[in-house]
Structure formats: structure tokens, C-alpha cells
């Protein structure tokens, strides 16, 4: 079966780093790129970027560059979302998608991973 | 913010057609596919359609979807209560290099 199995939910304070996890089984992680996607409670879906696992190339979503790092270590079929520095307003739920070639749209994604930021 | 524009919401009776748009420009919709999620409550995305009016495996074709010039449409024929959900449309937005969401329509099945 194909899958991405995220990490799960975590509660961190502003200013805490913060590192979650995406594992593809099923099928060629190198081969597909994976995307991340926020949203925030009560919200709709952001697009934050992709990374190809294959030769880890990355785009950011011009919202989302420098506020985060997507990264993905293809020997564990493993994609990572970090934050160096937490902030209230990352508070949200976190999906991984495997995005099939890219006009084809996400065709599986992960259950979620909600992060929760407060003091 | 999104650079493709949704109706908040829409509804209708069981075995009803509802119909969703999603209006964008040149750089997404105009030029690009587009692709259509359906979000159950507290559940995952998944996939509705794709390229515009293509269904993956296991979609029922109560589902369509379509596409003229910057806008897109996505119909539910034969509405049943288990479509009550959020629905999104996406595309590559050639400007942005990169994926953009329409702002969800939330459906309700009265």
C-alpha cells in the first residue's frame, strides 16, 4: 500500500525548534516529489513547498521562505518540515503530500501532524 | 492568500446538483490544470480531480470537473450526505513557480 505516515502531534513554546516527519512506503520515494501544507485552525490549505527526495532540489512558497526547512533523506524514505524559532502563529496542522508529476496534483497524503505553540 | 478565488459555501438537497467555482488568472487557472480536493471533516485532503476533469481510482463519477479560460468549475450530481465537506481547487502558478489553493468551499448538505 502506498502511504506517508507522519510524525506526531507536538506542543512547543515560542522560540523552541521543531523537526516533523514524513515516511513514504509503497512505492519510489526518490522518484516523487513531496509537498508540505499548513493549515491553520478553522482555515484553508497554504501551499509551503516541495522537495524532489531523488537530489533533494527545493521550492519555497514565497510565504513560507525563510521561515522554514524542508528536507528529505531518501535512504529512509523520510521528508522533514523544521522550524529554527517557533512562533504562536505556527500553530496549525502540518500535511505531507506525494505530488504526481506537477500539474497532476497531491495524490497521497500523510494523516497530519498537528503542532501547537504556546507559552 | 490565495490567488484563487472560492465561494464560501454552497448547499443543496439530497440528489441535487451542486456546482462550485474557482476563478483565477493567466498565471494558474489560464494556463495550468487544474485539480479539485475534497476535505471530510477532520480528515486529510484527498484527491477529487485532476488535469482539469480527470478522476483517480475509487472517485464516483457523481464528480466532474471543468475548465474555461481562468476559471474552473467542479459539479456534484445526484448530492449525497456524505459530501458534505470542504472542497479546494489548486494549480501551478507559473508567476509564483509554485501551487497555489483556491480559499475552500464548505458544503452543505441540507
Redo the contacts between chains.
Sequence with gaps: EVQLVQSGAEVKKPGESLKISCKGSGYSFSSYWI?W?RQMPGK????M??IFPGDSDT????SFQGQVTISADKSISTAYLQWSSLQASDTAMY?C?R??G??????I????TMVTVSS | QSVLTQPPSASGTPGQRVTISCSGSSSNIGGNPVNWYQQLPGTAPKLLIYINNQRPSGVPDRFSGSKSGTSASLAISGLQSEDEADYYCAAWDDSLSGYVFGTGTKVTVL
Design positions: 509537498g501544507v484553508g490549505l497554504e501551499w513547498g516541495i521550492t519555497y512558497s514565497p500535511y503530500a505530488l504526481i506537477q500539474y497532476n496534483g497531491f495524490d497524503w500523510g494523516q497530519g
